[in-house]
């Protein structure tokens, strides 16, 4: 399956592994941004005046039609999936001095400093030479990006400006179009990189006629901003399903963050009815109204922004998100209707946002030949909810604090024995260096769990929450 960048509140989604948080004031603003399995972008139109979509009857609890048609329209304008910018990565957990291996919608890219333009530039990976990824390489004294495979480099624009093996009076080979890297359009917006997926040279300017969304609390000083990422093993319909749906939070997050306290409890967790409904529907996506809770809106195909309503990191709700992907794909996502129940409100978003894909996109990520479909094994619990390549080793904050975490506990460990050899060589005080040498092992011990399972692995069982 491959991966694509996904956008849940347009920045970036880029939350330590062991952070869970709540917002709810305008003073906090989360920007996220997930790596889950197929993914988008998004922009922005004027809304068509096409049958607007709604999941919501007048009764107080339940859809009068749970089962919409989501068939999809072939009047309706569709939906280009390589016409949209898409989020990379946040600039803060991008190093300048080497380039980064990163893959959307299934397209493998490299992403790199050019020192002399100071800008980030986004390129196909592959060296135009012998299609080793330009990703293994580095960024040479010059700024270049340089293949690790024979040394061709290339400046910003593409261009080859060096190759070792050329003879310097020999024919101009560098200059030929051949030898050029492909590059794609890229920005940074929102302290983020996006990029244009295509390498035609009739979109090299495409930032001055359609640029990135924008979203004006991220770049408001009054709104507090948090970048998260992390690799989800499950696909972009999953993925956008989950932002959508508040009703999870109390069940699927038990223990993890906080929610509203209902006036009446129905069970442990407080789940109660939500009462969300679509108010308009087209190409773009949709805009969806969650009540005293604010707004919610989809931009297409991988934004999700909610105004005055909690974000969720879903990571610890990947195993019931990939069992649940593996069903949806077991009965052909065209069937999901057929498939799935969902007779309340508190689904509107989620079946608006099928409604959206069925009509527009195809009811399915246009892949183009990067993804043939087909889901891969489940892989094993620990890879399911692991941390540490799905989030901290991408993250500069968890990453360091790891390291540092890391060298205390070795740094305790000699401590130990230090201790243990001077109770060893002291007549004085023994007993005390005994004790120190054992403090300090026990330290050492509490920490290594403490980083593992904050920064590696934690399991989560429902059934002993």
């Known amino acids: 399956m491959e991966g694509l960048r996904t956008s849940s509140a347009l920045s970036s989604t880029h939350m330590p592994a062991s952070r869970s948080k709540t917002h709810f004031t305008k003073h906090k603003f989360l920007n996220f941004q997930f790596n889950p399995l197929p993914n988008s972008t998004f922009s922005r139109k004027t809304p068509s005046k096409s049958k607007l979509f709604t999941a919501i ?59 002399n333009e ?24 010059w700024g270049r990006l340089q293949c690790v495979y024979h040394g061709w480099c290339f400046n910003g624009s593409g261009n080859c400006n060096f190759i070792p093996q050329a003879p310097p009076d020999g024919p101009p080979v560098c200059t ?4 050029c890297a492909a590059v794609y359009p890229s920005t940074v917006q929102h302290d983020i990189v996006w ?58 997050h038990y223990g993890i963050m906080r929610t509203r306290e209902p ?3 129905g069970d442990r967790e407080g789940g109660s009815p939500v009462e969300l409904s679509i108010k308009k529907l087209d190409r773009d996506g949709f805009v969806g109204d ?45 069937n999901w209707q057929k498939a799935c129940f969902v007779p309340t409100k508190s689904d509107a978003f989620v079946v608006g946002f099928r409604k959206w894909l069925h009509k527009y996109a ?59 050899g001077i109770a060893g060589a002291a007549k004085h005080k023994a007993n005390t260096m005994v004790a120190m040498a054992v403090v300090c092992f026990a330290c050492s011990k509490w920490l290594n769990q403490f980083i593992y399972k904050n920064f590696h692995f934690h399991d989560y069982d429902h059934a002993f929450r």
């Open 57 to 115: 009857p007048s009764s107080p609890s339940l859809v009068s039609n749970p089962e919409p048609e989501l068939e999809a329209d072939s009047r309706a304008e569709k939906f280009d999936w390589y016409a949209h910018w898409y989020p990379v990565m946040p600039v803060c957990d991008l190093d300048k001095r080497a380039p980064h291996a990163k893959k959307v919608m299934g397209l493998d890219i490299v992403v790199w400093w050019d020192k």
């Open 118 to 141: 100071s800008s980030w530039r986004v390129f196909k990976d592959a060296c135009p030479h012998r299609l080793a990824p330009l990703s293994e390489g580095r960024i040479d004294q």
């Open 176 to 179: 030929s179009k051949r030898a």
């Open 195 to 252: 990029f244009w997926p295509n390498t035609d040279p009739q979109y090299k300017d495409i930032i001055l006629k359609k640029q990135p969304p924008f979203i004006p609390e991220l770049d408001d000083p009054s709104y507090i901003k948090m970048s998260i990422s992390r690799d989800l093993p499950y696909g972009y319909e999953v993925m956008i399903e989950n932002l959508m749906d508040p009703a999870h939070v109390p069940y699927a």
């Open 263 to 265: 006036k009446v409890k």
């Open 290 to 334: 969650q009540g005293q809770f604010g707004i919610n809106k989809f931009i297409a195909p991988c934004i999700s922004y909610a105004h005055s309503s909690p974000v969720v990191d879903p990571g610890d709700g990947a195993i019931a998100d990939a069992e649940k992907e593996r069903k949806i794909m077991e009965n052909e996502s065209s």
């Open 362 to 420: 195809g009811g399915q990520v246009d892949w183009r030949g990067n993804h043939g479909g087909a889901l891969p094994p489940t892989p094993p619990r620990e890879q399911l909810l692991d941390r540490y390549w799905s989030h901290v080793v991408n993250c500069s904050s968890c990453n360091s604090a790891c390291k540092g975490l890391s060298a205390l506990e070795v740094v305790l460990q000699f401590a130990s024995l230090a201790f243990i």
